[in-house]
């Protein structure tokens, strides 16, 4: 482990223990499953992603980045701008690249299926950030050499948005409820844990909104983004998976590759699109049919 890796590591590590003390203080949503399970689950199903992306991820990205110093390769380079505005530019682009990553895993059927392994966990806390099936974090080797060549970023640049990248793909899935008006704010720079709450639900407008992961401004450039839902009205997870036969780990890692269910068909049959507003008084109802 070389000392760059230590030190995120750390950080990391920190944070979670920080988020996972502050949820239990002060949660966001009601949690409906028992902890110590879904940390054993969700804590196993990361262990994996984290060993793959070490195996391949990493590496693709360290060819990528070498690849272009030495032929001053990407989009990046071949504009003449000064080291400062390079960076800003690099770590935009970055994150607007993996906006597109993630819908992409959201609009493909075949990245679905693996994508949808993190969405089925029918709570969402700190131990939801790195709920990746091993499939989708090996498919994303490809994109991570692809987006950094064709960015042309500076492996300085990379190693920083690659903090802050998972250090917020933490605080964004923690169940910390900050102050409405704080987070409002906050909101305004980064990906909140009510904002990215709502990417998480159980209604498919819904869980096709909110793609952004450090910066919202991709959601607001490409209308994706949606805010005007109440965290106790939210159901995480995904319909089709949320009974007690889908919360196993070996099920939760074997599902890419078994026949689907319907995702957004719910036990009761009824299928719910879309979220209206009968009564400006009222909650807002579940459409179902
Ligand atoms: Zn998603």
């Given at each position: 482990?070389?000392?760059?890796?230590?030190?995120t590591?750390l950080v990391?590590?920190?944070?979670?223990?920080?988020?996972?003390?502050c949820?239990?203080?002060?949660?966001?949503?009601q949690a409906?499953?028992?902890?110590?399970r879904?940390?054993?689950?969700?804590?196993?199903?990361?262990?994996?992603?984290i060993?793959?992306?070490?195996?391949?991820?990493q590496p693709a990205?360290?060819?990528?980045?070498?690849?272009?110093?030495e032929?001053?390769f990407?989009?990046i380079?071949w504009?003449n701008?000064?080291a400062?505005?390079q960076?800003?530019f690099?770590?935009?682009?970055?994150?607007?690249?993996?906006?597109y990553?993630?819908l992409?895993?959201?609009?493909s059927?075949?990245?679905?299926?693996?994508?949808?392994?993190?969405?089925?966990?029918?709570?969402?806390?700190?131990?939801t950030?790195f709920?990746?099936h091993?499939?989708e974090v090996?498919?994303s080797a490809?994109?991570?050499?692809?987006?950094i060549a064709v960015i042309?970023?500076?492996?300085l640049?990379?190693?920083?948005?690659?903090?802050?990248?998972?250090a917020?793909t933490?605080?964004?899935?923690?169940?910390v409820?900050l102050?409405?008006?704080?987070?409002?704010?906050?909101?305004?720079?980064?990906?909140?844990p009510?904002?990215?709450?709502?990417?998480?639900?159980?209604?498919?407008?819904?869980?096709?909104?909110?793609?952004s992961?450090v910066?919202?401004?991709?959601?607001?450039?490409?209308?994706?983004?949606?805010?005007?839902?109440?965290?106790s009205q939210?159901v995480?997870?995904?319909?089709?998976?949320?009974a007690v036969?889908?919360?196993g780990l070996?099920?939760?890692?074997?599902m890419?590759?078994?026949r689907q269910?319907?995702y957004?068909?719910?036990?009761?049959?009824?299928?719910?699109?879309e979220?209206?507003q009968?009564?400006?008084?009222a909650?807002?109802?579940?459409?179902c049919e």
């Open positions: 482990m070389t000392a760059d890796t230590l030190t590591a990391l590590g920190g944070l979670f223990l920080i988020l996972f003390t949820e239990r203080w002060m949660p966001l949503r409906r499953l028992p902890l110590a879904r940390l054993w689950i969700n804590l196993s199903i990361a262990a994996l992603a060993g793959t992306a070490a195996a391949f991820v990205g360290a060819i990528a980045l070498q690849f272009i110093s032929r001053r990407g989009i380079p504009m701008l000064s400062a505005v960076s800003v690099g770590f935009l682009l970055l994150d607007l690249t993996f906006y990553w993630h992409a895993n959201h609009k059927p075949f990245l679905w299926r693996f994508h949808n392994v993190h969405h089925i966990d029918r709570d969402l806390d700190v131990s950030a709920r990746f091993f499939g090996a498919l490809g994109f991570r050499a692809l987006q042309g970023v500076s492996p640049t990379f190693a920083l948005y690659e903090l802050v990248f998972q917020n933490l605080f964004h899935h923690s169940n409820r102050p409405v008006a704080a987070e409002r704010f906050l909101n305004r720079i980064l990906v909140t009510r904002m990215h709450g709502v990417h998480h639900s159980e209604i498919q407008s819904e869980n096709n909104s909110n793609f992961v910066f919202p401004w991709w959601d607001r450039l490409h209308r994706t983004l949606r805010l005007n839902v109440a965290q939210i995480i997870g995904i319909a089709g998976y949320a036969a889908d919360e070996t099920h939760a890692l074997m890419p590759f078994e269910h319907n957004w068909r719910r036990a009761d049959g009824t299928i719910c699109t979220r209206i009968t009564d400006a008084k909650p807002m109802r579940y459409m």
